[in-house]
C-alpha cells in the first residue's frame, strides 16, 4: 500500500538514446510510489523510440518542440500529480520521488492551497575539469527560490490541477517554455526546494564552453525580460544550430543586437538599454551569492552572510532610479568591448 498520491512523470525527448535507459531504469526502481511513465518523443532517428517503447512505458510521439511535447504529455497523464523531468536527469535515491511528492503535499497543506510547485537542486555530470568553483555557484543557486533561478533540468513538480490552471507550457517558441512557466507559477503561487537533487548532464556547457553558454543565457533571459521578441525570432537558426557546432559562437550574436537597435533607431535603442540596466541592477544579488558560495568552497562551512547584507543593506539602495542609468552604462561598455573581442577572435 503505497502512502503517497500516484504521481505521473513526462519525459520529452529527440534523440535522447544515449541517456534515457538510465532515467527509465531508475524510475522503474523506485520505491513506496506508484508512477505512471510517459515519454514524448519529437521525432528522433536515433533509436530513442525504440527504447521507450517497452512495457511500463505510455510513448507518445508528436512534431518538435519541447512545450508543445510536455503539453502532450501531461494531456495523457491520468494521475493527481505531474513531474516533468528531463531525459539527461538521474535520479539520487531510490525513495526520492515519494519523499517529494510528501514535500509537495506538505507545503501544500502548510500554504492552505494547490498552488504549489516543487523543483529539485541541482548536481553536474561532467567530463572535463574545471571551473569548479563556476559549477558549485550554479549547483547551489538551483536551490534557491529567487526568480529567474528555476528551470526545466531541476524538475517540475506539481498537481495536474494546478498546470491546468496555469495554461500548461508556452509553445511560441522552441525554447523558454521552462522559464515562463517557472515565472508563471511564482505569480500565480508559490515554489518549494525539494529534498534530495537531480544530477543533469554538464554536456551543452562542455561542448560550447561554460562561459559563453551563461553570457548567452544571460542575453536570451534580458531580452525575453525586456520583451525583445524579435530577437528570438532574428536569432533562430543561430542559436539553434549550436547544439552540434562545438564552441559557441557568439559574435553573430552581438552583432544581431548592434542590428536591431540600430534597425529601431536611437530613441527606442537608448529604452532597451535603460530596461536592460534595470534587469541588470535586479540580479546584483547573484554577485553577493557568489561571494557566499567561494566562502563556503573556502572554509568549508555554510555561509549566507554575503546575500542577506545585499537584501538588507544593498538592496535598498540599488533601487534608487539613478542607478539604472549606471547599470545600463556599464552593461553598454561591456557589449561593446566583448563584441570586439570575439568578433576578433572568431574572425581567426
Not at 146 to 161: A, H, I, K, P, V
Not at 274 to 285: D, F, I, K
Not at 326 to 342: I, P, Q
Amino acid at each position: 500500500m503505497f502512502t503517497v498520491s500516484p504521481l505521473s512523470i513526462v519525459i520529452p525527448a529527440l534523440n535522447e538514446a544515449d541517456t534515457l535507459p538510465l532515467v527509465l531504469d531508475q524510475l522503474r526502481k523506485q520505491e513506496a510510489i506508484d508512477l505512471e511513465i510517459i515519454v514524448v518523443d519529437g521525432g528522433s532517428d536515433d533509436g530513442t523510440v525504440e527504447v521507450a517503447d517497452c512495457p511500463g512505458i505510455s510513448l507518445v510521439k508528436t512534431v518538435p518542440g519541447r512545450g508543445l511535447q510536455l503539453n502532450v504529455g501531461a494531456s495523457r497523464a491520468s494521475s493527481p500529480h505531474l513531474l516533468f523531468l528531463h531525459a539527461d536527469s538521474i535520479l539520487t535515491s531510490p525513495n526520492q520521488l515519494a519523499e517529494a511528492v510528501k514535500a509537495l503535499e506538505k507545503a501544500q497543506g502548510q500554504y492552505g492551497h494547490h498552488r504549489v510547485a516543487g523543483h529539485f537542486g541541482l548536481e553536474f555530470q561532467r567530463n572535463q575539469r574545471g571551473s569548479n568553483l563556476a559549477y558549485r555557484y550554479y549547483e547551489e543557486k538551483s536551490a534557491l527560490n529567487r526568480m529567474e533561478c528555476t528551470n526545466g533540468d531541476q524538475g517540475f513538480l506539481m498537481s495536474r490541477t494546478f498546470f491546468q490552471e496555469l495554461g500548461g507550457f508556452d509553445e511560441s517558441l522552441w525554447f523558454l517554455e521552462d522559464q515562463r512557466l517557472a515565472e508563471n507559477i511564482r505569480r500565480a503561487g508559490r515554489w518549494v526546494t525539494l529534498p534530495g537533487r537531480l544530477i543533469t548532464s554538464a554536456r551543452r556547457f562542455e561542448r560550447e564552453g561554460l562561459g559563453r553558454r551563461m553570457i548567452l543565457s544571460a542575453l536570451i533571459m534580458n531580452f525575453h525580460h525586456i520583451g525583445l521578441m524579435e530577437f528570438f525570432h532574428r536569432c533562430g537558426d543561430i542559436y539553434r544550430n549550436q547544439d552540434r557546432t562545438g564552441v559557441l559562437q557568439l559574435a553573430p550574436i552581438f552583432q544581431l543586437i548592434k542590428d536591431l537597435n540600430k534597425e529601431a533607431g536611437k530613441t527606442v535603442a537608448l529604452q532597451r538599454w535603460l530596461a536592460t540596466g534595470r534587469y541588470v541592477r535586479s540580479h546584483a544579488w547573484q554577485i553577493f551569492f557568489f561571494l557566499d558560495v567561494a566562502f563556503q568552497s573556502l572554509f568549508k562551512t555554510k555561509t549566507t552572510g554575503s546575500l542577506k547584507f545585499y537584501d538588507r543593506i544593498v538592496k535598498p539602495v540599488l533601487d534608487l532610479p539613478p542607478f539604472d542609468y549606471l547599470t545600463a552604462g556599464l552593461t553598454w561598455l561591456w557589449f561593446v568591448c566583448s563584441g570586439e573581442l570575439f568578433r576578433r577572435s572568431e574572425s581567426r
